[in-house]
């Protein structure tokens, strides 16, 4: 079975039982947590994927991972790692924001410029996606001076480049 589809199923599944017990908050905090933890100590999926770390010290860390100590969370985790899915855990955190984001109506809009954006800028864009997605947006900036000019926008998985370095790199390859 594809591994995408078996961490989708848990995600939801974990959304579904923390939606009824109005914890879905919670968990998307923790979920959030335990990705930070993923990316500062990649050792993490090496301990996971280790058939001779016992489930319980799997539970342990990935508890501590998520920085929480409440009970839903705790019975997520053990879902998946007594299941002899640890080495999922981490996809599976990951499509819990999806699942999580989708149910709230949010979504996610990446903005990347040469120089930070006005806020008057920010506040346009954010107004604008939110009436053309009817979503409450989630709204990032970051800068890149690589760019030369224009911007990069990424709302979810959909991407416009109006750079002059990607307008560079069009012109390039038609010569």
């Known amino acids: 079975m594809n591994v995408g589809v078996i961490s989708h199923r848990y995600a939801k599944a974990i959304y579904d039982y923390a939606a009824e017990n109005h914890k879905e908050t919670t968990l998307y905090t923790g979920m959030q947590t335990l990705l930070d933890n993923f990316q500062t100590y990649p050792e993490m999926r090496k301990v996971m994927s280790n058939p001779t770390v016992a489930s319980d010290q799997k539970i342990n860390l990935l508890s ?21 899915r640890a080495e999922l ?5 990951r499509l819990y924001r999806e699942v999580y984001r989708k149910a709230k109506g949010q979504v996610i809009v990446q903005l990347t ?19 053309v997605t009817d979503s409450q ?39």
Do not use: W
């Not at 920085?67 to 019975?75: E, K, P, S, V």
């Not at 855990?89 to 955190?93: L, S």
């Open 64 to 84: 501590i991972a998520s920085a929480t100590d409440d009970a839903c969370m705790q019975q997520a985790i053990a879902l998946v790692v007594n299941n002899g």
């Open 89 to 93: 855990i981490e996809n599976v955190a």
């Open 113 to 131: 410029t040469v120089e930070p954006a006005s806020e008057k800028t920010k506040q346009s864009l954010i107004s604008v996606i939110a009436q």
């Open 137 to 175: 947006v989630e709204f990032h900036t970051q800068t890149d001076a690589d760019l030369i000019g224009g911007f990069v926008l990424e709302i979810e998985d959909q991407r416009l480049d109006a750079s002059v370095k990607e307008q560079l790199r069009i012109i390039n390859y038609e010569l």
